[in-house]
């Protein structure tokens, strides 16, 4: 078994779950939203090198289910960001 | 099965088991030493150092035990649940006794946040009216602590029910506090020294305008 098969295969199903409930599979900010309000997360955007990003672009802290993501001017890199770090 | 196809499937095992469960229980062991009877002491090993680690987080904390089937345990599972218990009660008791005697099991103070779930975390941010982003920097000590206002840290401490003193030997810790749980979508290693002012946090922090005037006036 690949090691990263749970994940992808958990992805698979939030995917899924989200396409039946009518979010647009195209539109990867809506799907993003949509992930982060089903997980109950919280999604914030900080300005590149700040404190809160700890020198990386994007972070997942767990604890209090946030995800921290640096503000670049496209959408789809930002998308890109919050998707990989949740 | 070749020694290349245990070792991955003891690598698989290993990779699952700590997926399962942010800290491993009796009954989860139980559950992987019947899937992979063959690797019943790595993964022994392994669950120990994973309860282990999040001992050191939550000190003094009761292990969670779960209620199992025990007259349905094979001899290699029961072998396995009692040193997984054995350990634990062993690493528990000496850092016990370390605290009765006032030797400190570690340099490093405890850190207040660290008991706290998420609907805690969120509750402490909701009542200090303030938001994630600003707690989690308090958290990993990136606000320098000189600036922090005395009224805003008193408010802190009762919050996470410590004396004012225990949280700011917590903020005064040379060196950052690494969380467990965070994931980071990164070209280099983490940086966690970077430090803001008070000022300078709740100015980037994404709180809003009110929150801002509020946090600045104290």
Known sequence: MDSLELIRDSATTM???????????????????????????????????????????????????????????????????????? | MSRNESTARLSDALYELSLAQEVPDAALLDEFVRRY???????????????????????????????LAEDKLSPAVSRAMSRFYNRLHAVQS?????????????????????????????????????????????????????????????QLAQELKVPPGVLMEHLNVQGQSQMQGQFYKAADKPQLDIKQTFCEAVKSSGLNDEQQRLLLAM
């Not at chain 1, 919280?42 to 802290?61: E, I, N, S, Y």
């Not at chain 2, 063959?38 to 035990?65: C, K, N, Y």
């Not at chain 2, 009542?127 to 707690?135: G, I, K, S, Y």
């Open chain 2, 94 to 154: 000496s850092e016990n006794i370390s605290v009765e005697r006032g030797v400190p099991t570690s340099e490093i103070p405890p850190n207040p946040f660290a008991t706290l779930d998420r609907a805690a975390f969120r509750g402490m941010v909701q009542r200090l009216n303030v938001n994630t982003v600003f707690a989690i920097k308090l958290r990993d000590r990136h606000i320098v602590p000189e600036t922090i206002p005395k009224r805003f840290t008193d």
């Open chain 2, 37 to 67: 009877p063959e690797h019943a002491d790595d993964l022994t090993d392994f669950a120990i150092m994973l309860a282990i680690d999040s001992l050191r987080e939550v000190s003094q904390g009761d292990v969670p035990r779960t209620t």
């Open chain 1, 15 to 86: 995917h899924s779950m989200l396409v039946a409930n009518g979010v647009d599979p195209l539109d990867p900010e809506a799907m993003v939203q949509a992930a982060i309000q089903d997980l109950e997360l919280v999604m914030t955007f900080l300005p590149q090198g700040d404190a809160g990003l700890k020198g990386a672009r994007a972070l997942f802290d767990d604890q209090s289910g946030t995800i921290c993501c640096e503000i670049t001017d496209s959408l789809v890199v930002s998308s890109l960001l919050c998707k990989r770090s949740s």
